[in-house]
T-cell receptor
């Protein structure tokens, strides 16, 4: 089955610095790549997504890049703030459906 | 965006009892819903795909006789954990795509925290 690897598992940055989280996937048919932010005890919240026909997408401080050849995609957060502290998950959907496979998660801590 | 609710938000039950969790799409119809389980400090693991009007599709390793799924209407899917045991204690989350099977974006319920004593 599909496998999504995510690195790093934990990331600590100073407020104002940038944070980068990387994921790789195995299924070349994957065509949709969302990123979720999850706070403790809460539901995952979609923060940005990208489709396979696009290489990069940006929304204010958040950007996602996709390299289909290498089968990896990355989340970039600039000017990090303490409220960015949470667990971030990448995911993808494979084939013609919309079943999500999640990465293992990254605990981001933004320190003052 | 679309809204998905879950009920209850948390439940504590005794070992051996059954627990039903409801997932509702409040402002859209969902022919497909997904059920995930999340253990502490772990990722979301897909348990099954709930299909309105037909049987659920279970992921490998998930016991269909233990985790009963019923998708009785276009806005409601239920997950029943039968004969629950402490190892079933987890955070159960459902999701639904607003545009049916052809839509990618998922809308998640708030989750149900199950604790089995």
């Amino acid at each position: 089955g599909e496998n999504v690897e995510q690195h790093p598992s934990t990331l600590s940055v100073q407020e104002g610095d940038s944070a980068v989280i990387k994921c790789t996937y195995s299924d070349s048919a994957s065509n949709y790549f969302p990123w979720y932010k999850q706070e403790l005890g809460k539901r995952p919240q979609l923060i940005i997504d990208i489709r396979s026909n696009v290489g990069e997408k940006k929304d204010q401080r958040i950007a996602v890049t996709l390299n289909k050849t290498a089968k990896h995609f990355s989340l970039h957060i600039t000017e990090t703030q303490p409220e960015d502290s949470a667990v971030y998950f990448c995911a993808d959907t494979t084939g013609g459906g919309n079943k999500l496979t999640f990465g293992t998660g990254t605990q981001l801590k933004v320190e003052l | 965006g679309a809204v998905v609710s879950q009920h209850p938000s948390w439940v504590i039950c005794k070992s051996g009892t059954s627990v039903k969790i409801e997932c509702r799409s409040l402002d859209f119809q969902a022919t497909t819903m997904f059920w995930y389980r999340q253990f502490p400090k772990q990722s979301l693991m897909l348990m099954a795909t709930s299909n309105e009007g037909s049987k659920a599709t279970y992921e490998q390793g998930v016991e269909k006789d233990k985790f009963l799924i019923n998708h009785a209407s276009l806005t409601l899917s239920t997950l029943t954990v039968t004969s629950a045991h402490p190892e079933d204690s987890s955070f159960y989350i459902c999701s639904a795509p607003q545009g049916g099977s052809s839509s990618n974006e998922q809308f998640f319920g708030p989750g149900t925290r199950l604790t089995v004593l």
